[in-house]
Every structure is written in structure tokens, then in C-alpha cells.
């Protein structure tokens, strides 16, 4: 019996009972301080390499404007965020919305100014270091941040093998 990842696998190849259950994306709600950098990439990640079976959003505690570095970065993947606004968490909340999971990816002490989300949810914490702390030349701000990326990149991938459901293929 060999075993798959789910987000691995081709869509179309599933048996139609299984494509129903997969087309039912889980949301994800990332959140950070300004919703400018950290919770942008690994919104934009997740809906790279798991978008099929995840809706990721973002949002911040006091949003902010979105931080060049993290577009650029994300740019040289082939990932385009240079139009997304940022959002308080808070009006978020306020929507209603259900969030399977909620991830915080700032540090500890600011992610306890997150509210509570209703519903059943998983909240888990990757902290990342903040891009906008970075100090140095731009260059050197920009590789700070490309590392951090790479950091994102890892936990997401790692997320996707934990939650995508893995199922006998005959």
C-alpha cells in the first residue's frame, strides 16, 4: 500500500467521493503585528503550495503598510502580494468568519493581544523574526528576509505533510 500527501497528489486522479471532501478548503488565518510582512508570506505560501486544500488569509494587530522586502521577496519566487491591503484582526474577527486555524508568527508577548476566534480552532505559534527590525544595508535587509522566507517556507511545508490526510492509494 502506498501512501500520498495530499497535496502531492493530483487532484483529478482522486475517486469523486474524495474530490467532493477535498473541495471543501479550510481556512487559515495568519496573523502578526503589522500584517505587513510575516503573516503575508506565509498567507501567500500556503496558498502556493497547499491552495487546494487551504484558504489562507492574513491580518495584524495594528496593520500597517505592506513591507517592501517581503514583496520583493516573494516576488523572485513568482508569488505577487504588491496589491494586498492589510487588515486588522479585529475586523476580522468582527466578520464572523470560522478559521480552522489560526497561526500567530510573531513573538509570543504579541501574540497574546490576539483575540479569540469563535468555533472550533487550532491555534498554534511560529515565531519569526520581524523583517522591519531587520538593520544593516538594503541588501543585507533583504537577504535577512529572503532567510526568513525560506524559515516560512519550511514550517509550511511541514504544516501541509501534518494536516494533509494521507490515504491508501490502490
Not at 8 to 21: G, I
Not at 86 to 101: E, I, M, S, Y
Not at 128 to 156: H, M, V
Amino acid at each position: 500500500m502506498m501512501l500520498r500527501n495530499r497535496h502531492t497528489e493530483s487532484f483529478d486522479s482522486l475517486p469523486r467521493h474524495a474530490r467532493a471532501y477535498r473541495s471543501v478548503k479550510k481556512k487559515v488565518l495568519f496573523i502578526c503585528v503589522h500584517n505587513s510582512a510575516r503573516s503575508q508570506m506565509a498567507a501567500a505560501l500556503l496558498n502556493k503550495i497547499c491552495g487546494e486544500f487551504f484558504e489562507a488569509h492574513s491580518a495584524g494587530l495594528e496593520p500597517g503598510e505592506l513591507n517592501p522586502l517581503a514583496v520583493e521577496t516573494l516576488r523572485e519566487i513568482g508569488i505577487d502580494i504588491s496589491r494586498n491591503k492589510t487588515q486588522a484582526v479585529f475586523d476580522v474577527f468582527k466578520t464572523g468568519q470560522l478559521f480552522p486555524f489560526v497561526i500567530t508568527v510573531c513573538s509570543e508577548t504579541e501574540a497574546k493581544g490576539c483575540p479569540i476566534f469563535p468555533g472550533v480552532t487550532t491555534r498554534l505559534h511560529w515565531p519569526f523574526p520581524d523583517p522591519s527590525k531587520l538593520t544593516g544595508a538594503d541588501e543585507d535587509k533583504l537577504e535577512g528576509t529572503r532567510k526568513i522566507l525560506r524559515e516560512i517556507d519550511r514550517k509550511i511545508r511541514q504544516f501541509c505533510d501534518e494536516q494533509c490526510v494521507r490515504e491508501p492509494q490502490s
